[in-house]
């Protein structure tokens, strides 16, 4: 069992920073790939941001990119996404994931069988 616990969400105002961190445990896990993921409210979960265990290859997506990072310490076993210039629109629920092995593409969340439980992220005007 993979267990993933993500912190560091908050209020904050417009153009303001934010660091989240995704901490795995799990003796027997291997990884491939984790990545982040967000709900707004009333809205599907889509793709945020994914980075590769090895290579440390990242991606992002359209509405992210230029504002924020997706990095890991792999002695941490740890990954995490910095935040910059967050807009109201980036408000929702930021879910972590991770693949075991590669399972597909890394944009789709129905490829990480792994979930935490998700930290709050609230962007006033």
């Known amino acids: 069992q993979v267990q993933l616990v993500e912190s560091g969400g908050g209020l904050v105002q417009a153009g303001a920073s934010l660091r989240l961190s995704c901490a795995a445990s799990g003796g027997t896990s291997s990884r491939y790939a984790m990545g982040w993921f967000r709900q707004g409210p009333g809205k599907e979960r889509e793709f945020v941001s994914a980075i590769t265990w090895g290579s440390g290859s990242t991606y992002y997506a359209d509405s992210v990119k230029g504002r924020f990072t997706i990095s890991r310490d792999k002695a941490k076993n740890t990954v995490y996404l910095q935040m910059n210039s967050l807009k109201p629109e980036d408000t929702a629920v930021y879910y972590c994931?991770?693949?075991?092995?590669?399972?597909?593409?890394?944009?789709?969340?129905?490829?990480?069988?792994?979930w935490g439980q998700g930290t709050q992220v609230t962007v006033s005007s």
């Open positions: 994931a991770a693949q075991g092995i590669y399972r597909g593409s890394y944009y789709l969340g129905a490829n990480y069988p792994y």
